[in-house]
């Protein structure tokens, strides 16, 4: 074919799309890597499920690896059929939503005002949260505060105390000061308030940091154990971590002192595996629906372009 300005023959046009090879060889490499990445990463996890329906004499010997071995469910009907477990386990579910929700109270509203970069005393307000990163008041003057303000046996011991995590608050703040301020003066001119303005402008258009946060929150006081273990004085106000740890104690010390029972033993060998099971499985099950908004929640919060 002959290019009709220069006479001379055009050269054949190439796919702007097609991939050349370095770029596929790159896909493969690629691929293999982040292929090992997610075995070495699933592994562990598959052999702690496995380890929890498998018998005690192929736990002890090492045997198990991504299936079970001698499958047995003696530790998940012992644990199962203890009222006193179901219990802890809805202490768990309603710590989890009280405190995650102060939290994210507390947290969004104190990320909003320090976005604001004309606030008088905006910088003392910052230095005030980035000190507590490094300096906490220590675990006696603590526990004497709760006591004192008759916070203890109560979910506010635990919800309280925690409630404001400075690395989120930093988020939070960096995501708000991302958004568009003229939005803001847009609503404030239509006559919305300050909370107006959080509540039906700044917070929808916050879903991805929101939800990202709800995640960070949630999972720590799912998984947390000693608050509730300084702070509650009886058994069924304790959250289903302490209730498992106990059970692990206890298994424990029965095989240590060489006890003959073979239910107790094989309670002992495989109770640390059931109890990871037990206790991430919620968090397994909560995290899909929040997975599209963690990657694009924490990078808004962290760059700003």
């Keep these: 074919m002959v290019s009709p300005l220069s006479g001379r023959p055009a050269r054949p046009r190439t796919s702007v799309n097609q991939p050349t090879r370095g770029y596929r060889v790159f896909q493969g490499v690629n691929g293999v890597v982040l292929t090992l990445v997610v075995g070495v990463t699933l592994y562990p996890f598959l052999n702690i499920i496995a380890r929890s329906f498998s018998a005690e004499r192929q736990i002890r010997a090492g045997q198990v690896t991504l299936w079970p071995k001698g499958f047995n469910l003696t530790t998940y009907k012992i644990v199962f059929q203890d009222s006193m477990f179901w219990r802890n386990y809805g202490n768990t579910v309603l710590y ?14 104190y990320a909003y005002v320090l976005s604001k970069k004309n606030l008088k005393g905006r910088g003392a307000l910052v230095g005030i949260a980035v000190f507590t990163m490094f300096f906490t008041g220590g675990l006696i003057p603590n526990y004497i505060l709760v006591t004192d303000l008759g916070l203890k046996n109560s979910v506010w011991a635990i919800a309280l105390p925690n409630a404001i995590s400075v690395f989120n608050l930093l988020v939070m703040k960096a995501f708000f000061e991302s958004l568009p301020t003229e939005l803001e003066e847009a609503a404030q001119i239509d006559g919305l308030g300050t909370y107006g303005v959080l509540l039906r402008i700044v917070l929808p258009l916050s879903k991805a940091v929101v939800a990202t946060m709800v995640l960070f929150y949630s999972v720590s006081f799912w998984n947390s154990w000693f608050s509730a273990f300084l702070y509650m004085d009886r058994t069924e106000l304790m959250p289903v971590t302490v209730y498992l740890r106990n059970l692990i104690s206890g298994a424990t010390t029965g095989g240590n002192a060489g006890a003959a029972d073979a239910q107790l033993s094989q309670v002992g060998a495989n109770i640390q595996a059931v109890t990871i099971v037990l206790t991430s499985l919620p968090i397994l099950c909560v995290y899909p629906f ?16």
């Excluded at 102060?102 to 509203?109: P, Y």
């Excluded at 929040?290 to 372009?305: E, N």
């Design 96 to 109: 989890t939503v009280v405190a995650t929700a102060v939290a994210m109270v507390l947290t969004t509203c």
């Design 290 to 305: 929040v997975q599209r908004y963690f990657v694009s929640g924490v990078m808004l919060g962290a760059v700003k372009g």
